[in-house]
């Protein structure tokens, strides 16, 4: 069974840094591709950041760009977030997902979030 | 503002049929395919549907997906009291080089 467990969530003050963990178990950690999303406190879903699966392969949505840094270490099946110049409106629930073994009709590989952790929460507060 | 545009909400009765909509533009939708997650009260995100009409393993045939141009929607038959959730659609952004979602949709069941 996949499970995906993230942690490192804290109270931290605007311009602060943290750390946060995902880590892997039930699957080959180092074949999928894997990305963080967050969501404030009542409001939607936004992606953060993609890693692929070798670590070689980053992207990051605009609004933490250049703060945060996405980065895996597949020796211990574990996805990482450093998180930087922390403002109020980083507050949120941070998920790390997993993609899946999907594929279309061509034999070509489609992403999705197939398995999520349960989330950590981080406050940027003062 | 979300790049994806959805409905804040949707009605209907059990056994009713429902259907989200989530729109876009050439640079997601338009050119890449739609997923969609289920969010219950208080969990993580569940995906519902990927490659814009396939269910994954689990995923009650009762939900389908459907894609045309820069628009995308969700279907739900035989509505039961346990759909009631937000329901989001996502795609990859080739402009922004990243992924984007709908604002989510709450679903009622009434």
């Known amino acids: 069974e996949v499970q995906l467990v993230e942690s490192g969530g804290d109270l931290v003050q605007p311009g602060g840094s943290l750390r946060l963990s995902c880590a892997g178990s039930?699957?080959?950690?180092?074949?999928?591709?894997m990305n963080w999303v967050r969501q404030a406190p009542g409001k939607g879903l936004e992606w953060v950041s993609y890693?692929?699966?070798?670590?070689?392969?980053?992207y990051y949505a605009d609004s933490v760009r250049g703060r945060f840094t996405i980065s895996r270490d597949n020796t211990k099946n574990s996805l990482y977030l450093q998180m930087s110049s922390l403002r109020a409106e980083d507050t949120a629930v941070y998920y790390c997902?997993?993609?899946?073994?999907?594929?279309?009709?061509?034999?070509?590989?489609?992403?999705?979030?197939?398995?999520w952790g349960q989330g950590t929460m981080v406050i940027v507060a003062s | 503002q979300s790049v994806l545009t959805q409905p804040p909400s949707a009605s209907g009765t059990p056994g009713q049929r429902v259907t989200i909509s989530c729109s876009g533009s050439?640079?997601?939708?338009?050119?890449?395919?739609v997923t969609w997650y289920q969010q219950l009260p208080g969990t993580a995100p569940k995906l519902l549907i990927y490659n814009n009409n396939q269910r994954p393993s689990g995923v009650p045939e009762r939900f389908s997906g459907s894609k045309s141009g820069t628009s995308a929607s969700l279907a739900i038959s035989g509505l039961q009291s346990e759909d009631e959730a937000d329901y989001y659609c996502?795609?990859?952004?080739?402009?922004?080089?990243?992924?984007?979602f709908g604002g989510g949709t709450k679903l009622t069941v009434l």
């Open positions: 997902a997993k993609d899946g073994d999907f594929y279309d009709s061509s034999g070509y590989p489609v992403a999705a979030f197939e398995s």
């Open positions: 050439s640079s997601n939708i338009g050119s890449d395919t």
């Open positions: 039930g699957f080959t950690f180092s074949s999928y591709e």
């Open positions: 890693i692929s699966s070798g670590g070689t392969s980053k």
């Open positions: 996502a795609a990859w952004d080739d402009s922004l080089n990243g992924w984007v």
